[in-house]
């Protein structure tokens, strides 16, 4: 049985239907992320696991009992913010210790959980300090911190990093996973940031329009998207129609195919078993650094995207250049057939 079960859940706001009936089973010591658009339903189907919105229809239950409409104070469930919520005039020690002291947990026990806690996200030297001396990647770590504090089965988490900027947020990525690990917590994590999703992530539920399109691990939502959403949503993805004589059903179908997952050859190349190619003439060129993209106007009238690694420093006059006329290789099994 999965930690949290979550069944035909509805939830709409006057005329609008934020979230659409969805099914989700989460497991224990998971770290899976709700991933979509703003106004997709993410944050609402977090906040009725939290208990902050009340469900029209469905059912929740964590650990089999159910929690639908249960208090959050109720529910073995603690959230993180984007904001902290960090109280200015208690130190970070008094700040971890605040829940534990609701709870009428005893000074010296309380003391010793949050110095744990603490310790836990690598601020112990920060415990005499107030929240305004702390960097906002310390004050996040801090917040954690006093969520995990309180030992919940399952740490909810909207957008926390969404504050910050790139830098501090790819070392809160890292950091927060390892808080996660080590704690063995389940994490419900929110977010609209697709990388942010892919790195952290054990499992990703990709949210539209208020249902799910799609839940796998990162590898499986990249690299086999089941919609033309996901396949646009996760990085960049080429869609080309193909003859119902080439589908895997009776109608004409679509595929998606990553931009590094093709290559471009000479229009002499001899084609291989188990690949594609489709002939064309590149119109862009973009010089990335790391890597280059080539659009590609092919012969059947569709565009299609490459990207090449750029392992050695260009030479002057070699490899392909706009107005080239090119083959768009790629193998067969990369491609995914999608729907909707």
Excluded: C
């Amino acid at each position: 049985m999965a930690l949290i079960e979550i069944r035909g859940l509805v939830k709409a706001f006057g005329p609008v239907k934020a979230v659409d009936g969805i099914n989700l089973d989460i497991e224990s010591g998971e770290f899976i992320t709700l991933l979509g658009p703003s106004g997709s339903g993410k944050t609402t189907v977090l906040r009725m696991v939290a208990g902050f919105e009340d469900p029209d229809a469905g059912q929740i239950t964590l650990d089999g009992k159910d929690i639908t409409h249960l208090a959050p104070f109720d529910r073995n469930v603690n959230t993180v913010f984007q904001d902290y919520a960090l109280f200015p005039h208690m130190s970070v020690q008094e700040n971890v210790e605040y829940g534990l002291r609701t709870r009428k947990v005893p000074k010296a026990q309380r003391a010793k959980q949050a110095l744990e806690a603490i310790e836990s996200v690598k601020l112990s030297h920060t415990a005499d300090r107030l929240p305004h001396q702390l960097s906002g990647g310390q004050r996040q770590r801090i917040a954690l911190a006093r969520a995990l504090v309180l030992r919940p089965q399952v740490l909810l988490l909207d957008e926390p990093l969404g504050a910050l900027d790139r830098q501090l947020r790819e070392e809160m990525q890292v950091e927060l996973k390892r808080i996660q690990r080590d704690a063995g917590i389940t994490f419900i994590f929110v977010t609209h940031d697709q990388d942010e999703a892919m790195r952290m992530s054990d499992r990703i539920v990709v949210f539209n329009h208020g249902r799910i399109e799609q839940v796998g691990t990162p590898q499986d939502v990249y690299e086999r998207p089941a919609t033309r959403f996901v396949a646009g949503f996760l990085g960049v993805s080429n869609l080309l129609e193909i003859p119902s004589a080439q589908s895997d059903t009776s109608k004409d179908a679509t595929i998606s195919i990553r931009p590094e997952r093709i290559r471009l050859a000479p229009s002499s190349y001899q084609q291989r078993s188990g690949e594609v190619a489709l002939g064309g003439r590149i119109s862009e060129v973009a010089y990335l650094g790391s890597n280059t993209v080539f659009v590609v106007e092919t012969d059947t009238g569709s565009r299609i995207s490459v990207t090449t690694l750029n392992q050695e420093l260009p030479t002057q006059g070699e490899g392909f250049g706009t107005g080239d006329r090119v083959l768009a290789v790629w193998q067969e099994s990369q491609a995914a057939q999608i729907s909707g």
